[in-house]
C-alpha cells in the first residue's frame, strides 16, 4: 500500500480556502485517493475520492494531477466547525483502509 | 437511518480479563471492519468482513484478538487477557460493498481502558 505524507498540522481563518497537499510517491495504477475527516471523539468520516483529474462534490475539491504523486484537498470558505483531523489515503477503497497521522485543522475566528 | 452503533461506549477492565466489543452495522451492508485508533494516531485496520467470513485478519496484532459475524450483520470484536497496550478506542465501519460501495461509515467507537 502507497505511503502518504502530508502536513502535521496548518491553521486557517474563516472564510478562507484551505487546501492540504498529500504526497504519494509510490501510488499503483489501482490505487484511488480517499480523504476523511475526524472530529474528535467520533470516527472518521469520509470527504471526498478521486482516481485522476479533479473531483468535486458539496463539501470539497480534490486536485489529482497528471503523475498521481499528490493530490490536494481544497475546503472553501472553512469555517470553525471545519476543525478536524484530516487524513488522506491511497488504496484500494473496498478493502481496508491505511491512516496515516492525519493532518490537524485548527479554523480560528 | 440509523448509522453504525458499538457497545459499550466506554470499557473500562482490569488486566488479564475478557472483553467483548459490539459493533451493529448499517443494514444491509455486507462489509465490516474493524480498526483501533491510538491517542494522537490514525486508525490502525484490524480485520475485514465481507458477509459472515473474515476476507483479511491481517491487522489483527495477536492470537488474543478474534472477531465473528455469525450472521453476516452484528460483529464482536473478543480480547482475551486484556493487556494495558490493549487500551485504545476501538472502531467499526461498514459499507454497502461492491460497485460504487467504497465509502467506509464509521461508529463513534467503543473506548477500551485496560488497568
Known amino acids: 500500500l502507497a505511503k502518504t505524507t502530508q502536513p502535521i498540522s496548518m491553521d486557517s481563518y474563516e472564510g478562507q480556502e484551505v487546501n492540504i497537499t498529500c504526497s504519494h510517491n509510490n501510488i499503483a495504477t489501482n490505487d484511488y485517493i480517499t480523504w476523511y475527516q475526524q472530529f474528535p471523539s467520533q470516527g472518521p468520516r469520509f470527504i471526498i475520492q478521486g482516481y485522476k483529474t479533479k473531483v468535486t462534490n458539496e463539501v470539497a475539491s480534490l486536485f489529482i494531477p497528471a503523475d498521481r504523486k499528490s493530490s490536494t484537498l481544497s475546503l472553501p470558505r472553512v469555517s470553525l466547525s471545519d476543525t478536524a483531523v484530516y487524513y488522506c489515503l491511497v488504496g484500494d477503497p473496498f478493502q481496508k483502509l491505511v491512516f496515516g497521522t492525519g493532518t490537524r485543522l485548527l479554523v480560528s475566528p | ?115
Open chain 2, 1 to 115: 437511518g440509523a448509522g453504525v452503533s458499538q457497545t459499550p461506549s466506554n470499557k473500562v477492565t482490569e488486566k488479564g480479563k475478557y472483553v467483548e466489543l459490539r459493533c451493529d452495522p448499517i443494514s444491509g451492508h455486507t462489509a465490516l471492519y474493524w480498526y483501533r485508533q491510538s491517542l494522537g494516531q490514525g486508525p490502525e485496520f484490524l480485520i475485514y468482513f465481507q458477509g459472515t467470513g473474515a476476507a483479511d485478519d491481517s491487522g489483527l496484532p495477536n492470537d488474543r484478538f478474534f472477531a465473528v459475524r455469525p450472521e453476516g450483520s452484528v460483529s464482536t470484536l473478543k480480547i482475551q487477557r486484556t493487556e494495558r497496550g490493549d487500551s485504545a478506542v476501538y472502531l467499526c465501519a461498514s459499507s454497502s460493498g461492491g460497485g460504487r460501495g467504497y465509502e467506509q461509515f464509521f461508529g463513534p467507537g467503543t473506548r477500551l481502558t485496560v488497568l
